[in-house]
Nanobody, 127 residues
Framework: QGQLVESGGASVEAGQSLKLTCTASGLHFSEVCMAWIRQAPGKEREGVALSSKDGGTTYAESMKFRVIISRDDAKNTLYLQMNNLRPEDTATYYC?????????????????????WGQGTQVTVSS
């Protein structure tokens, strides 16, 4: 059975950077829409960045210009480079795959669109 495994979360100070990694095993996500989605305590899950099968990317306004999503299909790995982190970025970050969609679209910002999830990795940003 396929799974996604995130890593790279840590406790950092505001202004620092982190790179999250999502590695897939038992499944191939080269043909599907992938996303990084986060959930802060007491809040709903929200999309951070999307990556389509052709490499096209889209970013949430709150993270735009501070994050870069990338994928290495040969390694079955998805990345999220986060820069200039802020305390409000504190959350659990999830990697998710939508195996019903090759190209992400406006619906891809909804967590309910994704059928495969990792366990999450915690990012804590202190001021």
């Amino acid at each position: 059975q396929g799974q996604l495994v995130e890593s790279g979360g840590a406790s950092v100070e505001a202004g620092q950077s982190l790179k999250l990694t999502c590695t897939a095993s038992g499944l191939h996500f080269s043909e599907v829409c992938m996303a990084w989605i986060r959930q802060a305590p007491g809040k709903e899950r929200e999309g951070v960045a999307l990556s389509s099968k052709d490499g096209g990317t889209t970013y949430a306004e709150s993270m735009k210009f501070r994050v870069i999503i990338s994928r290495d299909d040969a390694k079955n790995t998805l990345y999220l480079q986060m820069n200039n982190l802020r305390p409000e970025d504190t959350a659990t970050y999830y990697c998710a795959a939508d195996f019903h969609r090759r190209y992400c679209n406006r619906n891809s910002w909804r967590a309910s669109e994704y059928d495969t999830w990792g366990q999450g990795t915690q990012v804590t940003v202190s001021s």
